[in-house]
């Protein structure tokens, strides 16, 4: 059974930061790629990063120079390393893979989320 859980959010001030892990089982872990999404109140799910396989990573604009996605594959975990973290960077983060190696909106498995708050 494959199985995507979260953990690492919480409330921050603005300006802080947050590392959120995602531990991954039931899925060749190596061979997926992975990646986050987020989903603020009221708003469509977003991709906010993403990492193929081999490490090559994405980042949507808002977040770039700020989050940093990585993977250790030893620990089938991947995770998002969020700094100098905005108000409008409040949303339920969520955990995703993809059994295509290179995508970068992997979309096959996702794990429950978690949130992230951060206040002004």
């Known amino acids: 059974q494959v199985q995507l859980v979260e953990s690492g959010g919480g409330l921050v001030q603005a300006g802080g930061s947050l590392r959120l892990s995602c531990a991954a089982s039931g899925i060749t872990f190596n061979t997926n790629a992975m990646g986050w999404y987020r989903q603020a109140p009221g708003k469509q799910r977003e991709l906010v990063a993403s990492?193929?396989?081999?490490?090559?990573?994405f980042y949507i604009d808002s977040v770039k120079g700020r989050f940093t996605i990585s993977r250790d594959n030893a620990k089938n975990t991947v995770y998002l390393q969020m700094n100098s973290l905005k108000p409008e960077d409040t949303a339920v983060y969520y955990c995703a893979a993809d059994n295509r190696p290179t995508t970068i909106v992997p979309n096959d498995y996702w794990g429950q989320g978690t949130q992230v708050t951060v206040s002004s």
């Open positions: 990492i193929s396989s081999r490490g090559s990573t």
